[in-house]
């Protein structure tokens, strides 16, 4: 069962509030913003129960209250908007709901900060003007200036804001599907001029039909390359392509709660399998004798290592590669394993070597209770007991939920 049928089938009646957000509820971005924030809460553990009694009911389970996010608007450090059009007015927007071939107009998200939403006002304001404009290099693609997502045809696809919450620094990604980067200058120069907030900004040529933002077809093109965010005392540099949890706040919450419940021995080698820009590793370093961590992407894999030198973390290194190809042709003996794979969980190869790797400890870190439910299963089947299952709101508004767990060989 997918997470969104989970949610249909369960029995669940919230008192409704009205919505702060004026794009609700066409918008596909939040789905919960007209139900008060306790009772997202109260879903969210009914959501858990629900996708644990679908895959394993047999399984002894207890698990904690949902730890609440701090802030429940304004809280996210990453999105991607959409372009659309309509009667030659450019916008930017999220997806409709159940429709994704359709934008919808999403200027004031309620889940990004102010700023973000000033500078997606710009930019249409912007591009609206440009492709209307005879003497402007855009005037050329004025039949199609956006992305039409059935024709697959369009040259403005996506534009990413990425904010860093400790410094108040933009870092900017514009997809397009033709390699047209000059005729972008302008922009560029505007955008920067406009907000001294933006201090990075990239353009990236998306040009296969598959609707993602992502494309290793990416130019840094204004600024710094990177930006950072501190999380309890530490500075973590981010790229584009790089992962970094989306909640600022709450991943100082998530980590510090992992660090906890992981408690780790000075003589401990620990695992940090897919581990983005090295966040958590090098969070929990100072614990530990040694740490490993495994990661598939470039960019996030150079952050990491830079990341380790700027907070002297000395006893961890980084692999480049996906974690069952690493797991394969290596070999560990840790004592404690983290593992927060994506939302699709752990591919069987890639948990069968985890599991042979018989730690002592295994701490699963998860945002999709239906993939851990399913991992869990088979991981407690080889051995291994739930200790401890602490689920943390990441996502306010939105049905989405981190949990971690953690589990000791028996
Ligand atoms: C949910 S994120 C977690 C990142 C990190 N632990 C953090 O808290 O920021 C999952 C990470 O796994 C990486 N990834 C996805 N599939 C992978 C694979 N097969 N092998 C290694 N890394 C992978 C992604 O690039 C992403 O950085």
Redesign the pocket.
Known sequence: MKLKEIIRSLDFQPVKITSPCPHYPLCGGCQLIDVAYPQQLELKEQIIKKAKAQTCPQLPVTVQPVIPALDTTYYRNKMEFSFGCKDENIYLGLKKRADFACVIKTDHCLLQSPIANQILQWASKYFTASFQDSTSPLYPYQDQPVWDHLKHKGLLRYLGVRHSKTHDQFLINLVISKDERPLFQDFITKLTAQFSQIVSVYITVQDTISDTAFSENIEHVFGTKTISEDLNGYQFEISPL????TNTTQ?KV??QKILELADIQPQDLVM?????????GIYVAAKARQVIG????EQ?VTNARLNAQHNQVTNIEFYL??????LKFNKFEPNVV?V????SGL?PK?LQRTLSLQARKLVY?S?NPVTLFHDLQIICKSGYQIKHFQPVDMFPNTYHLESIVVLERN
């Open positions: 790089s992962f970094f949890q991943a998530l980590y940090d399998l897919y581990c983005g820009t090295g966040t958590i495994i990661e598939e992407v996030a590669g996906r974690v069952k190809n690493i983290i927060d794979p994506p939302r591919v890639a870190v945002c």
